[in-house]
């Protein structure tokens, strides 16, 4: 009987074992697959996090690309507008009687602007050569004066008045040695002059007074700032129309120094010149002698010297010398 009893206890305890070790196995399973869901929680969590930061980046660029275009439909409306202004302001001044014909001062605006007419062009017999010199006078003018006497070179001069009036004293000097002074503008602004074509003239005529008052020569070329192509096509034709009614002439350019930007070096602007004059019939060289231009002054010599010995003569424009145009 005792030996039953026994036999009992020890299966009790044998199943109790097993019981235990199935129920610590399901456990240490449950507790591997709790892990595992907060490993991919925490995952999940991170992937959410990264997916709002891109999806607010792609909000605050999209907001962007809309405030973009509604910038750019507001530009493209007041374009939009100024045309319409622009054409009916033509319109209108179409309609009334043709008064800019004459120069009688109680019509004309700017009843003294006018220059001489045109004269017969002249072709070049010889190779020419035609310097330029832009947006002067300053404190370097006379020293490229001096080195145009060296080589009996004339050129042409498209003076600036605005912070260049100190300097006055040189426009009669640039007369006196031969060379052609002409006019570039007073201020030299181009959301200013290119305005409208009443804007231009006003800037226009305090340049010419500017220039008349301090060497008594009437100067009859001119250059637009930028370029004839670089203001609205409507305005810069309507000014080309009435300056030349007024007796003026405008040149731009066909070989450029690139001296315009203040990181170009003496080298730059001699190869820019020397290896492209070439290239044009007749070749209008732009330089500026304005405040700063340096690496022109040093170019210079070596410009001359070079284009003397290709067999170049240097003139200065006039209205016998064939326009060079971008329009």
Same mark, same amino acid.
């Given at each position: ?8 206890? +020890?299966?009790?305890?044998?199943? !109790?074992?097993?019981?235990?070790? *199935? !129920? ?21 969590? @991170? ?13 605050? @660029? ?7 275009? =509604? ?41 003294? +602007?006018?220059?001489?007419? *045109? ?32 080589? =009996? ?12 009036? &100190? ?5 009669? &000097?640039?007369?006196? $040695?031969? /060379? ?17 074509? =009443?804007? *231009? ?40 129309? &009435? +300056?030349? $009614? ?19 070096? $003496? &080298? ?13 019939? /007749? ?20 410009? !001359?010297?070079? #284009? ?8 200065? #424009? ?10």
């Amino acid at each position: 009987m005792k030996k039953k009893t026994l036999i009992t206890v +020890l299966a009790c305890i044998v199943l !109790l074992l097993c019981s235990s070790g *199935f !129920l610590g196995f399901q456990y240490l399973n449950l507790n591997g697959r709790c892990q595992t869901l907060e490993t991919q929680a925490s995952q999940l969590q @991170k992937d959410n996090s990264e997916l709002n930061t891109q999806l607010s980046d792609s909000n605050a @660029k999209l907001e962007e690309k809309e405030a973009y275009l =509604d910038g750019q439909k507001e530009y493209i409306s007041e374009l939009s507008h100024q045309i319409d202004t622009l054409a009916e302001n033509k319109d209108s001044e179409d309609s009334e009687e043709d008064s800019s014909s004459t120069k009688d001062s109680g019509s004309d605006p700017y009843p003294s +602007l006018y220059a001489e007419g *045109f004269g017969p062009l002249e072709e070049d017999t010889e190779k020419t050569a035609y310097l330029t010199f832009d947006d002067g006078p300053s404190s370097l003018t006379p020293k490229v004066l001096d080195l145009l006497d060296e080589y =009996d070179a004339k050129a042409t001069f498209f003076v600036v008045c605005k912070n260049n009036e &100190e300097y006055a004293k040189y426009l009669p &000097e640039i007369v006196k $040695r031969g /060379h052609t002074l002409a006019l570039h503008s007073y201020s030299h602004s181009y959301s200013q002059i290119y305005a409208s074509q =009443d804007a *231009f003239l006003s800037d226009f005529e305090k340049v010419y007074d500017w220039v008349v008052e301090n060497t008594g020569y009437t100067p009859s070329l001119f250059r637009f700032p930028g370029g004839s192509n670089n203001g609205s096509s409507y305005v810069v034709t309507e000014i080309i129309d &009435e +300056l030349e $009614r007024r007796g003026f002439q405008y040149f731009d350019w066909n070989v450029s120094s690139g001296d315009g930007s203040n990181l170009t070096t $003496r &080298e730059n602007i001699i190869d820019n010149i020397c290896n492209n004059i070439g290239n044009a019939e /007749h070749p209008v060289v732009l330089m500026h002698d304005g405040s700063g231009k340096n690496a022109t002054l040093s170019a210079l010599p070596t410009v !001359l010297k070079r #284009l003397s010995e290709k067999g170049y003569e240097f003139r200065a #424009l006039d209205k016998t010398v064939p326009s060079v145009h971008y329009r």
